[in-house]
């Protein structure tokens, strides 16, 4: 082979390894993952679980099966810590889901408990990936937490402060 079909060979492989790196990376900002290559949860320290939200009854549901009401609050105080920075700061979110939404859904107390765990997470993962440093992440948190859950099948549900009406579970991913 000459030195210039070697040359136009890896000139070749290096343009496909791009195309391919590429395209991963693509998929996976469309997917809303990090980067090809990157650790997953490089930038938050555990996971919270659905056994960390309590929800309790606030406003019992006493309209027909398929009438909107109701309303079930859980309160959290959660560590959020950056591994990459070492800062951490306590976040409390009371997250609230209708038990019957306005397009005539039931949501079960372990549905509630699987979304708001998994929104949780997946919040925590883009505001501290994102470079937020914890003292000041629970506003943006709470906020992507309630959209995440609403996204997921929960129309209706709301993230705020805890308020003290609902007992806390505490969560700290280092113990």
Request: hydrophobic share 40%.
């Amino acid at each position: 082979m000459t030195p210039m079909a070697r040359k136009q060979r890896r000139g070749r492989s290096l343009v496909l390894v791009l195309l391919v790196t590429g395209a991963l990376f693509c998929a996976s900002r469309a997917e809303g993952l990090p980067p090809f290559g990157s650790p997953p949860f490089y930038f938050v320290a555990g996971e919270i679980t659905p056994d960390h939200f309590d929800f309790r009854e606030m406003i019992p549901h006493t309209g027909p099966e398929d009438e909107p009401g109701g309303w079930r609050e859980a309160c959290v105080y959660a560590r959020m810590r950056n591994i990459k920075t070492q800062q951490s700061a306590i976040c409390d979110f009371q997250p609230g889901v209708p038990i019957v939404t306005a397009k005539k859904n039931r949501i079960t107390v372990r549905d509630a408990k699987n979304i708001a765990a998994r929104a949780a997470n997946r919040a925590a993962r883009t505001i501290l990936g994102g470079g937020t440093p914890p003292g000041i992440a629970c506003v943006p948190f709470r906020e992507l937490m309630a959209k995440l859950m609403q996204d997921d099948g929960i129309p209706g549900a709301k993230v705020r402060r805890c308020d003290g009406k609902v007992p806390p579970i505490y969560f700290d991913p280092e113990r």
